[in-house]
Nanobody, 122 residues
Framework: QVHLVESGGGLVQSGGSLRLSCAAS????????MGWYRQAPGKQRELVALIGSGGAANYADSVKGRFTISSDNAKRTVYLQMNSLKPEDTADYYCFADIRSTPINRRSNEYWGQGTQVTVSS
């Protein structure tokens, strides 16, 4: 079993910064992708940023230039540095990971954290 534990959410004023962290633990052979999605009230969950095992990152257009995703493979942790936050960034942020838990084959499973709330006041 794999667990994702997020931290770092909170309340911040518009223009401020927050850093989210997500640590993976459990039976892990390798991590293919880690990243963040978010869900605002009344809206569908949407991609924020993903980072592959090789370090390649993918961002939603709405956060490009403001958010930076990074990872520490040794700590099995992914970070999301959020700068120049806007009220429209207010949402629950969910950690996501695609993880391989067996050395027998390349099968992997997707896991989600429980979410951390980010509120940006205007």
């Amino acid at each position: 079993q794999v667990h994702l534990v997020e931290s770092g959410g909170g309340l911040v004023q518009s223009g401020g910064s927050l850093r989210l962290s997500c640590a993976a633990s459990g039976v892990i052979v390798s991590i293919n992708v880690m990243g963040w999605y978010r869900q605002a009230p009344g809206k569908q969950r949407e991609l924020v940023a993903l980072i592959g095992s090789g370090g390649a990152a993918n961002y939603a257009d709405s956060v490009k230039g403001r958010f930076t995703i990074s990872s520490d493979n040794a700590k099995r942790t992914v970070y999301l540095q959020m700068n120049s936050l806007k009220p429209e960034d207010t949402a629950d942020y969910y950690c996501f990971a695609d993880i391989r838990s067996t050395p027998i084959n390349r099968r992997s499973n997707e896991y989600w954290g429980q979410g951390t709330q980010v509120t940006v006041s205007s």
